[in-house]
């Protein structure tokens, strides 16, 4: 099973608007160079060096409810499009240089609803709002890389 990265997401601090970036450096339990959540208290980045969302899963979300969500919006990291994010927790697979492991679906959150003034997000995206992964060692991940599943 393999994807590809689509787009590159990151916002510099807690509640920014995301921007998107050709190309980041991730290291492991530290996350993104320059991120929101780079160097957090470790406690706190268990399974969240870098998120996931494909692109689909998104798409399917808007085409059922009719509100309108980008991937960016959905505040993950790596938008990809060919592979089964759910399907890699508990696996390990690269993305780009990177090598992760995935530890556990990204689900929604009242902040994110919130944030978005998006009322039916927390409930639409339940079980496809991407995934959490530890990364195992240092490198970078670019658009257009691909993400390979390792076991």
Known sequence: ??????????????????????SI????GQ???????FL?????????DLTLVDRAAVEAFVSETKIPLTPAET????????VDLNA??????????????????CEPCSYLEGLL???GVLRGMTHRAGLNADVLGAGSVTLGDELVVLD
């Open 40 to 48: 957090a208290e470790p406690a706190k980045r268990d399974g969240n």
């Open 117 to 119: 003034e998006k009322p």
């Open 75 to 82: 505040r993950r990291n790596v938008v990809t499009e060919g």
């Open 88 to 105: 890699l927790v508990g696996k390990r697979f690269r993305v780009g240089e990177v090598e992760c492991y995935g530890v556990v679906l």
């Open 25 to 28: 450096d991730v290291l492991p």
């Open 31 to 37: 996350g993104i160079v320059g991120e929101r959540h």
């Open 1 to 22: 099973m393999s994807g590809r990265v689509v787009e590159i997401n990151i916002a510099a601090e807690h509640g920014a608007p995301t921007h998107p970036v050709e």
